[in-house]
């Protein structure tokens, strides 16, 4: 039987909320703030270069009150600038990004499993 984990999130807005924590979050839930602003965050994932120059992140999220979507994404942050690469840095550039791809991209299927158990869920929720 799955356990099922909840947090209290003291919001500015609605008191104390119960929120359900999904098994992939790993992320903090301070008070304080509304109840829209909470906030699930799952490993990040990061794209570097030399183990230094952070080009990229992703990592699995969702914002359970929001009032345009609920269902977790993938969220992914780009560094900006302009970066100058010899062609030894571009050989490790292309693996780094080969290997940032090999970890987002099965994501894509955690994302779908994700997207099911949310509908489920709400449907459970509304029928409940
Ligand atoms: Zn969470």
Same mark, same amino acid.
């Given at each position: 039987?799955?356990? *099922?984990?909840?947090?209290?999130?003291?919001?500015?807005?609605? %008191? @104390?909320?119960?929120?359900?924590?999904?098994?992939?979050? &790993?992320?903090?839930?301070?008070?304080?703030?509304?109840?829209?602003? *909470?906030?699930?965050?799952?490993?990040?994932?990061?794209?570097?270069? %030399?183990?230094?120059?952070? !080009?990229?992140?992703?990592? !699995?999220?969702?914002? @359970?009150?929001?009032?345009?979507?609920?269902?977790?994404?993938?969220?992914?942050?780009?560094?900006?600038?302009?970066?100058?690469?010899? @062609?030894?840095? &571009?050989?490790? &550039?292309?693996?780094?990004?080969?290997?940032?791809?090999? *970890?987002?991209?099965?994501?894509?299927?955690?994302?779908?499993?994700?997207? *099911?158990?949310?509908?489920?869920?709400?449907?459970?929720?509304?029928?409940?």
């Amino acid at each position: 039987m799955k356990t *099922i984990r909840t947090i209290t999130v003291q919001t500015h807005d609605h %008191g @104390p909320v119960i929120v359900r924590e999904p098994s992939w979050c &790993l992320g903090d839930h301070p008070d304080g703030g509304n109840r829209s602003d *909470i906030t699930h965050t799952g490993r990040m994932v990061q794209l570097t270069l %030399g183990g230094q120059t952070m !080009l990229a992140s992703a990592q !699995l999220a969702q914002w @359970p009150y929001s009032v345009r979507s609920r269902v977790p994404f993938v969220a992914v942050e780009f560094a900006d600038g302009e970066h100058e690469y010899d @062609p030894a840095e &571009l050989q490790a &550039l292309s693996a780094a990004l080969t290997e940032f791809a090999s *970890i987002t991209l099965p994501l894509v299927g955690d994302l779908l499993q994700l997207a *099911i158990e949310t509908e489920e869920a709400g449907h459970a929720a509304r029928h409940a």
